[in-house]
């Protein structure tokens, strides 16, 4: 088990930038692919980014490829997520979650999730 927590969220005007960090407990970070996730009010929690054990693979929804990037620092115990150019539907909660398998799409198949970070774009 891994304990994760968020932070970097806020509020941003529309064609911002936001980087959010995922800080990770225990020694067996390098064993996780990591994912972040998003939920807006009133709607299911939704597949952003993930990327595998070694930082080598990385997949995307469409609505961020190419505006948002997801790495890792497995010295650091920390999964990143840079945000370019936001938009006002990038407004959720974010979360980070941690699986044993790469590439993972689906929340119920994280074992390990944060507490969520807001971050919220103005139009």
């Known amino acids: 088990q891994v304990q994760l927590v968020e932070s970097g969220g806020g509020l941003v005007q529309a064609g911002a930038s936001l980087t959010l960090s995922c800080a990770a407990s225990?020694?067996?970070?390098?064993?996780?692919?990591m994912g972040w996730f998003r939920q807006a009010p009133g709607k299911e929690r939704d597949f952003v980014a993930a990327i595998s054990w070694s930082g080598s693979g990385t997949i995307y929804a469409t609505s961020v490829k190419g505006r948002f990037t997801i790495s890792r620092d497995n010295a650091k115990n920390t999964v990143y997520l840079q945000m370019n150019s936001l938009k006002p539907e990038d407004t959720a909660v974010y979360y980070c979650?941690?699986?044993?398998?790469?590439?993972?799409?689906?929340?119920?198949?994280?074992?390990?999730w944060g507490q969520g970070t807001q971050v919220t774009v103005s139009s």
């Open positions: 979650a941690a699986a044993l398998i790469y590439p993972e799409l689906v929340p119920r198949n994280y074992r390990d």
């Open positions: 225990g020694r067996t970070f390098s064993r996780y692919a």
